[in-house]
T-cell receptor, first 116, second 112 residues
Framework: SQQGEEDPQALSIQEGENATMNCSYK?????LQWYRQNSGRGLVHLIL?????REKHSGRLRVTLDTSKKSSSLLITASRAADTASYFC????????????????FGAGTRLAVHP | DAGVTQSPTHLIKTRGQQVTLRCSPK?????VSWYQQALGQGPQFIFQ???????QRGNFPDRFSGHQFPNYSSELNVNALLLGDSALYLC???????????FGSGTRLTVV
């Protein structure tokens, strides 16, 4: 079963605009991660945010986490055509320091299209 | 530094056959996980191997089995293939201190 639910399912924007994707989940988590997938190939890890963190930045990416609402958002600023991909949130429900016990539960993803 | 390597890239099998998929983890990574991704869906966790043992398993039947070798590489075996097993199979490795998975490009399995 999938715990994460991304919203929207699809997003179409122009280059230079910002893209915001949301993720909701059901159970308590150790951390939440965002991945990108191009054309149905391998996933690329973007960012990991732990349950005791509220916001994290990496380049043009900004991730927030609200554990009280069991939700997260991924913001891509100044989007480029190369950002066109599917974006997945994945939750790690393991408790405490899991040291590798990191079974991830993925949502169905948001398909982002950035038009030149 | 090579990332995660999976072979083969594509595979076509007939219902009832058996298949073996292979994965070499990224250098320095000791944990290997396998995921199944159906078209238009997110990846589903199959199982995870650490120190040559299956440590966790998702909701997949016993037809799905695996192995991890002393060099940390791994195999995924699927017996008695069904049409519904058609999917992209992804291998992911992670280091001793977890900060995210490194995924391979996957094996596209088509069962006819």
């Amino acid at each position: 079963s999938q715990q994460g639910e991304e919203d929207p399912q699809a997003l179409s924007i122009q280059e230079g605009e910002n893209a915001t994707m949301n993720c909701s989940y059901k159970t308590s988590i150790n951390n939440l991660q965002w991945y990108r997938q191009n054309s149905g190939r391998g996933l690329v890890h973007l960012i990991l945010i732990r349950s005791n963190e509220r916001e994290k930045h990496s380049g043009r990416l900004r991730v927030t986490l609200d554990t009280s609402k069991k939700s997260s958002s991924l913001l891509i600023t100044a989007s480029r055509a190369a950002d066109t991909a599917s974006y997945f949130c994945a939750t790690d429900p393991s408790k405490g320091f899991s040291g590798g016990y990191n079974k991830l539960i993925f949502g169905a993803g948001t398909r982002l299209a950035v038009h030149p | 530094d090579a990332g995660v390597t999976q072979s083969p890239t594509h595979l076509i099998k007939t219902r009832g056959q058996q298949v073996t998929l292979r994965c070499s983890p990224k250098s320095g990574h000791d944990t290997v996980s396998w995921y199944q991704q159906a078209l238009g869906q997110g990846p589903q966790f199959i199982f995870q191997y650490y120190e040559e043992e299956e440590r966790q398993r998702g909701n997949f039947p016993d037809r799905f089995s695996g192995h991890q070798f002393p060099n940390y590489s791994s195999e995924l075996n699927v017996n008695a293939l069904l049409l519904g097993d058609s999917a992209l199979y992804l291998c992911a490795s992670s280091p001793p201190i977890f900060y995210g998975y490194t995924f391979g490009s996957g094996t596209r399995l088509t069962v006819v």
